[in-house]
């Protein structure tokens, strides 16, 4: 058992504590250094070597079909490893899942080419992306109940905020390997340029499971594993039978922030290159700095999370989004610089999809009882993402097409799922304070506004 306690100020708690913090951000860098990577490469590589045709739309859609299938794969990924997460413990899941998701994408760094292996080449990434998507599909969940589960009430939002930092540490990783390796001439950036920042994911594998493998298991865990409570009710009925609109608030949020983040993660580098004929480098450039801010605007709104609840702060994003999206379109559609770019992805990754996303660990984690947690939260973000993530590249690309090159449509498309995510977080509950010992239902609503 777990002799650290949230409520204990000793040196050694604080310690553990960094540790888990580390644990934490380094597990959800390795996953979206390689979903980031994956993204890039649909838009810029797979599309020409994997999946080449006359028409270069058909060939992009190809390619970001290719990205939806992580998406759809990730919701049994979240469900399988979220259940076993609540029932066993969620450094063993952890651990399994990281090394999952890390081997996939170094797989991913030997596919042959269409023309090396003919038919063989889409059906080998295809089998990758899809094992990938099943370990990424409780990567994010489990690392942020880990650092929520083990953080002091007080400062759950920002310590909290670890793995969210960590999406935008293994994503300004990726994006800046993508933007160094775009800089070689072009046939030799298809022939193997691409293939290094895929194989180098490696050396993050590494680091993460050192750290991963030396954690104890969560106290909050341990608890409801004392009282018998973890293994005797299945978290999946628990979770559609009476959590149900946590999950929807989950599900609701998620979207929002899928939208928002994957105009800018993945849409954006096809957009400047085959709509605008921008050069192949503005995209990632702009995200590298866009990432980079956003991994230091995130602890400062999971701090605010803390002192003004997590209602306010995600309803604050979504607002955001909605409204910027216009203008945002406007700056990148009359760009005569990569500077111009860049700033317009800032403003958005930085305010909007931070506002959503600080609070995602803390605010997730204290709508669901201690025995359904993992499942629950995995289950209903990855839903989201299944829906939204996998599939905002592929439906703004074919929003711009029907409208000859204009971005109009994929504005009022962002605006749309903003308004869905706005409205879930208004009619959803404050969650700050809650017991994340609590195992039922009635349990956790009345622990809300309490530190324990």
């Not at 960590?166 to 933007?179: K, N, Q, R």
């Not at 800018?264 to 580098?269: E, K, R, S, V, Y």
């Not at 379109?329 to 500077?339: E, M, N």
């Not at 289950?379 to 829906?387: I, Q």
Request: charged share 10%; net charge positive.
């Amino acid at each position: 058992m777990s002799t650290l306690s949230t409520a204990q100020p000793s040196a050694t708690a604080t310690a553990y504590r960094r540790r888990v913090l580390l644990a934490s951000l380094v597990g959800s860098a390795l996953e979206w250094y390689d979903f980031y990577l994956y993204g890039t490469a649909a838009a810029l590589v797979f599309n020409k070597i994997i999946f080449p045709s006359s028409d270069p739309t058909a060939s992009l859609l190809a390619s970001f079909g290719t990205l939806a299938v992580g998406y759809f794969v990730r919701p049994l990924g979240g469900l399988l490893f979220g259940r076993l997460g609540d029932l066993f413990g969620r450094k063993r899941v952890l651990v399994i899942t990281l090394v999952v998701m890390g081997a996939s994408t170094v797989g991913m760094a030997l596919v042959p080419t269409y023309g090396q292996v003919g038919v063989l080449a889409p059906v080998l990434l295809v089998l990758l992306r899809a094992v990938q998507g099943l370990g990424a599909g409780a990567e994010y969940g489990g690392a942020a109940i880990l650092a929520a589960e083990f953080s002091q009430p007080r400062r759950r939002g920002l310590f909290g905020a670890a793995p969210s930092v960590g999406v935008y540490v293994g994503i300004l990783l990726a994006s800046g390997a993508f933007a160094l390796v775009t800089q070689l001439p072009e046939d030799q950036f298809l022939a193997w340029g691409w293939r290094v920042p895929f194989a180098a994911s490696v050396l993050v594998i590494a680091v993460a499971l050192v750290i991963r493998l030396r954690l104890t298991e969560s106290p909050a865990f341990e608890a409801a594993q004392e009282r018998s409570e973890s293994a005797e009710v299945s978290p999946v009925r628990e979770v559609v039978r009476t959590e149900w609109k946590a999950g929807l608030v989950v599900f609701g949020l998620q979207t929002a922030q899928n939208v928002v983040a994957y105009l800018n993660l993945t849409f954006l580098a096809a957009y400047l290159t085959d709509t605008l004929e921008l050069s192949s480098s503005t995209g990632p450039v702009a995200v590298t700095v866009g990432t980079a801010v956003t991994a230091l605007t995130l602890p400062l709104f999971a701090h605010l999370t803390d002192r003004v609840g997590r209602k306010p702060i995600a309803l604050a994003g979504t607002v955001f989004s909605g409204a910027f999206v216009f203008p945002y379109f406007w700056i990148i559609d009359h760009a005569h610089t990569s500077l111009t770019v860049t700033l317009a992805v800032v403003v958005s990754m930085g305010i909007g999809v931070g506002c959503m996303f600080a609070p995602q660990a803390a605010y997730y984690s204290e709508l669901f009882t201690a025995r359904s947690r993992f499942t629950g939260l995995a289950l209903y973000r990855e839903v989201a993402g299944a829906v939204t993530g996998g599939l905002t590249p592929l439906i703004a690309v074919a929003l711009v097409a029907a409208t000859g090159g204009r971005s109009w449509s994929v504005a009022l498309f962002v605006v749309a799922s903003c308004a869905i995510g706005g409205l879930a977080v208004g009619l959803g509950p404050e969650t700050r304070g809650r017991d994340l010992t609590a195992t039922t239902v009635d349990a956790l609503r009345e622990s809300t506004g309490t530190y324990r």
